[in-house]
């Protein structure tokens, strides 16, 4: 007795069995055919069927049913009121009924055939719920004067509800939501296969391109030395280098008009008030140097002039008028004409200076290369960085990790210990 206590509760040893992978749902299929829920799912449908079959005749009988002798009594206007409900009831279970439709297996695998009286049996059950709600006031309206054929439509509901419940919990029995995982496991394998090829493609092109742009932007770097170290940048810099001479010099000559000027301004202020060119005065005090170089006549010298026969009456000391007297000499000489003279000259090398710079197309060539390479650049960390990417998808690809998560999954569900022979 003891022994065979032990037998019945000693756990028993898995099977052990080597599967290609390859095959593993054809192998999983046919262990599916063998569990004992293929049988329990004939029984169910033949449940459903004839509780349909009860359930359309106790349907009929209520709706034929005359009211009892015993409520002979009872107002017609009640009466008709409970037959409007019963009339209802009938309606929302005879609907209720037409859902009730056997499912065949046909060419339907188990897994597949399992999962669609699962949903089945699921849409059964909320129709239950939905039609309980509906029915709810009419069910009882209709127990006053049909209380026995309403009471076994009712019982014949609740052995469907009760059958639909026992579905549920034989499902969990049979692990059928495991074998479900097992093949959701081993779909993710052939994805994960997949994808893994076409990321192993992607990054093998993806490599290829990597060189293709490396190498381009090797040689747009060495085009761009050569454009940096050519003649015509050398030429450039030598222009440049001469404007800027060019620029210091006609600025010194500038200097010294201003400074000229300058001296003379407070004479030329007082002189401003009596003179017949005051307009010509007003933009020497303003700006000296454009106004110097604007007046090509060099009228200035007329208005100094008239400046100098004013003298005595400006009144300025000795010393001021000397000064005056001494810078108003100098214009009388040819000295304005040489400084207006030499800054116009130098002008005139600076435009035509200005005209080669302008000419030399180096730094726009220099700038265009600069452009190449960084738009090679962006490319080749843009490929690198997509690299990565697929470095890092390819790391959290685990096809073991699943094949030990499908081994797990058939030793719950069957106990059986598999090994793959090899893959696909």
């Not at 049909?146 to 509800?161: A, L």
């Not at 017949?276 to 060099?298: A, G, H, M, P, Q």
Request: no cysteine; hydrophobic share 30%; glycine share 2%.
């Amino acid at each position: 007795m003891l022994n065979f206590l032990k037998k019945i509760f000693q756990k028993q040893e898995p099977e052990v069995e080597k599967v290609k992978l390859s095959e593993l749902l054809s192998w999983l299929e046919q262990k599916t055919d063998k569990l004992e829920f293929n049988n329990y799912l004939k029984h169910y449908f033949t449940r459903i069927s004839k509780l349909k079959e009860e359930l359309i005749g106790k349907i009929e009988q209520l709706s034929k049913s005359e009211v009892s002798k015993e409520y002979k009594n009872t107002e017609e206007r009640v009466k008709n009121i409970v037959k409007g409900h019963r009339d209802q009831y009938v309606k929302e279970i005879s609907r209720f009924t037409e859902s009730l439709v056997s499912l065949e297996k046909k060419d339907l695998r188990s897994l597949e055939y399992y999962q669609k009286t699962a949903d089945f049996n699921k849409e059964i059950n909320q129709k239950i719920e939905s039609t309980a709600k509906r029915t709810a006031k009419s069910y009882q309206a209709t127990q006053h004067l049909f209380f026995k054929d309403v009471e076994e439509v009712f019982k014949s509901m609740g052995e469907i509800n009760l059958l639909v419940k026992e579905f549920e919990n034989k499902v969990k029995e049979a692990k059928i939501e495991g074998i479900k995982k097992v093949k959701d496991h081993f779909k993710q394998i052939e994805q994960d296969k997949e994808k893994k090829k076409n990321i192993v493609k992607e990054v093998e092109e993806t490599n290829e391109t990597v060189v293709k742009l490396k190498k381009e932007l090797e040689g747009k770097k060495k085009e761009q030395k050569e454009l940096e170290n050519s003649k015509e940048k050398e030429n450039y810099l030598k222009l440049k280098s001469e404007e800027k001479e060019l620029k210091e010099k006609v600025n010194n000559q500038e200097q010294i008009v201003f400074s000229y000027f300058s001296k003379l301004s407070k004479a030329l202020r007082k002189y401003e008030r009596v003179a017949l060119d005051s307009k010509l005065i007003s933009k020497y005090l303003d700006n000296s140097v454009k106004t110097f170089i604007d007046d090509k006549e060099l009228k200035i010298k007329e208005i100094l002039q008239g400046l100098k026969k004013s003298l005595d009456s400006l009144n300025f000391d000795d010393k001021q008028k000397k000064n005056v007297l001494e810078l108003i000499e100098k214009s009388e000489t040819d000295y304005l004409n040489s400084l207006i003279k030499v800054i116009e000259e130098l002008n005139q090398e600076e435009e035509k200076l200005v005209e080669k710079i302008n000419n030399n197309t180096i730094i726009e060539k220099i700038e265009n290369k600069s452009k190449e390479v960084k738009q090679l650049q962006n490319q080749v960390e843009l490929k690198e960085s997509e690299l990565v990417k697929f470095s890092s998808t390819l790391e959290n690809i685990n096809i073991e990790n699943i094949k030990e998560k499908i081994k797990t999954g058939i030793k719950e569900v069957f106990n059986i210990e598999i090994t793959f022979s090899s893959s696909f």
